[in-house]
């Protein structure tokens, strides 16, 4: 496995039968040697910068019936809530002077919140911040919508395809949901000079290594600013209730090839993370990521944004308990940064 692992660091991809063959074989000695090639890679391009994200999690509502997410729309035990546009520039205050020059605005396909409203919300952010980046992960829009919300001073996107395979896409969403209009969204945002995050959930229902292999040469095909993958957690009012949740070793050794096979990418150590283990994060960190994101959401709504069970929403995922997390990744060697830290990978 060795050699495969410094295949993958000289030539940054793999063919589909070795990435197979690696991810089904290794050994945590083998996870070893990958993550400490991960973070020699990762320090040659962002030296030990962590760059922190102000998440805001302004909608719960969502249009979608996505068989693994809490907020789908049938759940009827979900406490809907809506944040309003001074609720969301207070956020964003509120962040900054903590010290954050990102803002991630982060919600479910909630038709309430339409292009006229939505770029109206990201102006308003871009006019007071003017030294800040702004990024959205609020879904399938069309890339007329895409293109209004970009020039209203919008300069980043996140949306994972989830899964690339269209059969195991059609497994974990309801019928009108594909995997090639996903795809298609995310080459939209990147022809309109988006800063593009995507990624895949690790370990989800159905999921096979043959999956995984494809979602990785996917990756490598979109090159991507950013890439989040989390292990899946299930959600106890969901059809996927029962299933198991995806595996953490897993995970960080994905990590640690994502880091290879891009290595000037922006990758996060996920709130997923730190819910499946305590120190998941720092694990992460450790793996080759480089980026956090405290909630910056008012405590009173944190609570209701629950895409799976038993998320972090208290401690270091408060905003106002940021110093904690910079004495965490202080503990490992990293530094939490005040910048946009934007992506090299272009």
Not at 138 to 166: K, M
Not at 187 to 216: H, R
Not at 236 to 246: I, S, V, W
Not at 276 to 302: C, F, T, W
Request: aromatic share 8%.
């Amino acid at each position: 496995m060795k050699q495969l692992i410094d295949r993958l660091e000289q030539e940054q991809t793999l063919p589909r039968e070795d990435w197979i063959r690696l991810l089904e074989d290794f050994t945590p000695e083998d996870t070893a040697y990958l993550c400490e090639r991960a973070r020699h890679v990762r320090q040659m391009h962002y030296q030990n910068r962590i760059f922190i994200r102000g998440l805001i999690e302004f909608t719960n509502y969502c249009k979608n019936d996505c068989f693994y997410c809490g907020i789908r729309r049938s759940n009827c035990n979900t406490h809907r809530y809506r944040l309003s546009k001074a609720t969301i520039l207070d956020c964003c205050r509120r962040g900054y002077e903590l010290g954050f020059r990102t803002f991630v605005l982060q919600g479910g396909e909630d038709g309430h919140f339409t292009d006229a409203v939505l770029t109206d919300i990201v102006h308003a952010i871009r006019t007071e911040f003017p030294d800040c980046a702004i990024t959205l992960s609020i879904g399938e829009r069309s890339r007329d919508s895409y293109q209004q919300l970009f020039d209203a001073g919008a300069n980043r996107f996140l949306l994972r395809h989830e899964t690339f395979d269209s059969t195991h896409y059609a497994s974990l969403h309801p019928a009108g949901l594909t995997a090639a209009s996903r795809q298609k969204c995310l080459w939209n945002l990147k022809e309109i000079g988006y800063q593009v995050g995507s990624g895949f959930m690790v370990g989800s229902p159905g999921q096979t290594t043959e999956n995984l292999a494809d979602d990785l040469l996917f990756l490598k095909k979109l090159n991507p600013q950013m890439v989040g993958i989390g292990p899946f957690i299930p959600h106890h009012d969901t059809p996927f209730a029962k299933e198991q949740a995806g595996s953490l070793e897993l995970t960080l050794f994905l990590l640690g090839a994502i880091r290879l096979m891009l290595p000037k990418v922006l990758l996060p150590a996920t709130t997923a993370l730190g819910t499946i283990a305590p120190d998941g994060r720092e694990q992460g960190v450790l793996a080759g990521a480089n980026v956090v994101m405290p909630n910056l959401s008012p405590k009173d709504v944190r609570g209701d944004y629950l895409l799976y069970d038993n998320k972090i929403c208290t401690g270091d995922e408060a905003a106002e308990s940021v110093a904690n997390l910079k004495r965490s990744m202080q503990a490992i060697g990293y530094d939490v940064v005040v910048d946009r830290g934007d992506s090299l990978n272009m």
